[in-house]
C-alpha cells in the first residue's frame, strides 16, 4: 500500500533581488518520486537572470567517523552536489515542473546511472538537467541573480513527494 504524498517547502514565497540560498530541509524517508513546483513572478531590472537549481548535501565526517554516520561532525550538509536545474528565468513569469522517480533520472531509456562525477556546488548545472539517482537525505535550493536592479517577484519552490510503489 502506498504511504500519503508530503508537501514540503523548499523556497518560500518571497522577493528575490540577490544571490541566495535556502535552509537545508531533510527529504521525508520512504518515499521514491517527487513533483518540483517553480513558481517566479514577473521580473523588473536591466538584462536580468534568475537561476535556480536544488542540491543534495551531505555531512563531512570527523575523525572518529564510523558505520552508523555516528562520527558525522556537523548536523547539516557542509557538501552541496548540484542535482536539478531550472530553466532560466529573465523577464517574463514561469512557472516550472520536475518530475523525479528515484533511480531512473530523465533519460529517454530511464536506466539509472553508473558514472563518477566530480561534486559540483557552484550552481552552474546545465539548465534543464536532472541527475539520475535516488532523491537523497538532504536538499536546499542556490539561486543566481545577475543584471542591473533585478527584483523577481512572489518567488516559490514546493516539492510533493511520492511513493510510486504498488
Not at 518560500?12 to 517527487?34: F, H, M, R, W
Not at 557538501?79 to 532560466?88: A, G
Not at 563518477?116 to 535550493?141: F, V
Amino acid at each position: 500500500m502506498a504511504i500519503p504524498a508530503r508537501e514540503i517547502i523548499i523556497v518560500p514565497s518571497q522577493t528575490l533581488s540577490v544571490t541566495g540560498s535556502s535552509k537545508a530541509i531533510v527529504v521525508p524517508a520512504d518515499y521514491n518520486s517527487c513533483i518540483l513546483l517553480f513558481n517566479v513572478g514577473a521580473a523588473a531590472g536591466t538584462t536580468e537572470t534568475l537561476n535556480m537549481v536544488i542540491q543534495q548535501g551531505f555531512r563531512a565526517p570527523a575523525v572518529a567517523d564510523n558505520a552508523e554516520g555516528t562520527g558525522l561532525s556537523a548536523a547539516v550538509p557542509t557538501i552541496w552536489d548540484d542535482f536539478i536545474s531550472f530553466t532560466q528565468v529573465t523577464t517574463a513569469a514561469s512557472i516550472q515542473f520536475a518530475r523525479i522517480l528515484s533511480g531512473t533520472g530523465t533519460s529517454g531509456t530511464n536506466a539509472p546511472t553508473a558514472s563518477i562525477r566530480a561534486a559540483s556546488a557552484s550552481g552552474a548545472q546545465t539548465q534543464t538537467t536532472i541527475l539520475p539517482g535516488p532523491l537523497g537525505m538532504w536538499w536546499r535550493a542556490i539561486w543566481t541573480i545577475t543584471g542591473t536592479a533585478p527584483v523577481y517577484g512572489t518567488v516559490y519552490v514546493t516539492a510533493q513527494f511520492l511513493d510510486s510503489r504498488d
